[in-house]
């Protein structure tokens, strides 16, 4: 939904632009501006859900961008067995944060593809390195 409002107020401001011949002409090319930037930025960012459950034998991930047209729900599991390491790398600018986990299988080892973490603060994404680093621990 937010995403139709930015849109049709940077229609409306460019529209606006090309008839007015007053000095408003420059205030609604900066609304626009400023609108385009906003959107470049929250592409960048890439804001995801998340969602993290590891108390059966599986942990489960689930997660979706947050962007109303982009939206595609996926999902994740993996037995606790087969986890053999994790990564949280940064990425664009370090604006985002992606979840790697390392698996090994019955077919070899393997990466899943990253997970964004983006929809998450400091403190969710300390508390989910702390339960995959205990996972790890608790295997060895």
Known sequence: MLY??????IVIALVYSIFEQSILKYY?????????IFHLLLH????????FNDEKEKIVIRYYNAHPF??????????????????IVSTALGLNK????????????GDFP????????VH????????LTQLLIGKK
């Open 28 to 36: 609604a090319l900066g609304v626009a501006a400023f609108l385009v």
């Open 4 to 9: 139709v409002i930015i849109m049709g107020m």
């Open 114 to 121: 990253p997970v964004s973490l983006s929809g998450l603060n």
């Open 70 to 87: 982009l939206r595609k729900y996926k999902a994740i599991e993996i037995p606790k067995s087969q986890i053999t390491d994790f990564q």
């Open 124 to 131: 969710e994404i300390a508390k989910l390195k702390k339960n």
């Open 98 to 109: 992606s979840l790697i986990i390392s698996i090994k299988s019955t077919k070899g080892e």
């Open 44 to 51: 960048l960012k890439k804001p995801h859900y998340f969602y």
